[in-house]
């Protein structure tokens, strides 16, 4: 058998919920290959895995009313260089409504800081942490969604939050992207509750957050350390119990996606 045909073998069976863990990390080990993302192209309906529910599993398909074709999937060490250029190229969006990075925002999004980024996140997939996805759009990079800080047990719980890159914006992706990274919070991670947060001076965040159901619920003050000082958030949230049917189901009947 050659290399090749192992190794897609080898990910064809870590897409099963009962993979043992070392098979998951050899798959994202050897992702630089390029197989990772031609191998998850189905949303899993079966069992959820013990350890990390909701990872790597991708979303289903689904169609905007402009023709594009919008899914979320497991994030891959080969995105590694699309990252790097579009967070750079968007530091203007970017750098107001995120977290205060460390030196300067070019040296934080090289293909070295994707790394170690990637990394990172990867360990704590493994761990059932956080569901780190990427929006692809018509097959190509287009931004981030992530499921942080997941909970089980009695809190049940976790944050989402997502950043659109700029040529994707406008367009409803954002709205989505959101839609999706929810239902498979709920569906296929199995939590109880989403939360998230959005600057006063972003509305558009939070009118994407709306759309998709979420409530406010408060007022973080100083809660988190955004573009050089500590910034005040609206919080919002969303249980699994407060609508009858899916994110993506009530944007379907809104015209926001097609049948």
């Given at each position: 058998?050659?290399?090749?045909?192992?190794?897609?073998t080898?990910?064809?069976?870590?897409?099963?919920?009962?993979?043992?863990?070392?098979?998951?990390?050899?798959?994202?080990?050897?992702?630089?290959?390029?197989?990772?993302?031609?191998?998850?192209?189905?949303?899993?309906?079966?069992?959820?895995?013990?350890?990390?529910?909701?990872?790597?599993?991708?979303?289903?398909?689904?169609?905007?009313?402009?023709?594009w074709?919008?899914?979320?999937?497991?994030?891959?060490?080969?995105?590694?260089?699309?990252?790097?250029?579009?967070?750079?190229l968007?530091?203007?969006?970017?750098r107001?409504?995120?977290?205060?990075?460390?030196?300067?925002?070019?040296?934080?999004?090289?293909?070295?800081?994707?790394?170690?980024?990637?990394?990172?996140?990867?360990?704590?997939?493994?761990?059932?942490?956080?569901?780190?996805?990427?929006?692809?759009?018509?097959?190509?990079?287009?931004?981030?969604?992530?499921?942080?800080?997941?909970?089980?047990?009695?809190?049940?719980?976790?944050?989402?939050?997502?950043?659109?890159?700029?040529?994707?914006?406008?367009?409803?992706?954002?709205?989505?992207?959101?839609?999706?990274?929810?239902?498979?919070?709920?569906?296929?991670?199995g939590?109880?509750?989403?939360?998230?947060?959005?600057?006063?001076?972003?509305?558009a965040?939070?009118?994407?957050?709306?759309?998709?159901?979420?409530?406010?619920?408060?007022?973080?003050?100083?809660?988190?350390?955004?573009?050089?000082?500590?910034?005040?958030?609206?919080?919002v949230?969303?249980?699994?119990?407060?609508?009858?049917d899916?994110?993506?189901?009530?944007?379907?009947?809104?015209?926001?996606?097609?049948?």
């Open positions: 058998m050659s290399l090749r045909s192992a190794l897609v080898l990910l064809t069976c870590c897409l099963c919920s009962s993979a043992p863990s070392w098979a998951w990390n050899l798959t994202f080990m050897y992702d630089f290959l390029g197989f990772g993302a031609r191998r998850v192209r189905s949303p899993s309906t079966g069992s959820r895995h013990a350890i990390h529910p909701g990872w790597p599993e991708a979303t289903r398909t689904v169609v905007l009313p402009n023709g074709r919008i899914r979320l999937r497991p994030l891959l060490s080969s995105d590694g260089p699309t990252w790097s250029e579009l967070r750079i968007d530091e203007h969006w970017l107001p409504v995120e977290p205060t990075v460390a030196g300067t925002w070019k040296s934080a999004h090289t293909t070295a800081a994707w790394r170690i980024n990637f990394r990172n996140l990867r360990g704590w997939a493994t761990k059932g942490i956080v569901v780190p996805l990427v929006i692809e759009v018509n097959g190509e990079f287009a931004g981030q969604v992530t499921i942080g800080n997941i909970q089980h047990g009695s809190i049940g719980e976790a944050w989402i939050g997502y950043w659109v890159a700029s040529p994707f914006m406008g367009q409803g992706v954002a709205t989505v992207a959101c839609a999706l990274g929810t239902d498979l919070g709920f569906s296929r991670v939590l109880h509750r989403l939360t998230a947060t959005f600057l006063p001076h972003n509305p965040s939070g009118r994407v957050l709306e759309l998709v159901g979420y409530r406010r619920e408060g007022f973080l003050k100083g809660n988190l350390h955004i573009d050089g000082r500590w910034q005040d958030h609206h919080f949230a969303q249980n699994i119990d407060d609508y009858p899916s994110a993506l189901a009530r944007l379907l009947r809104a015209g926001r996606v097609l049948p």
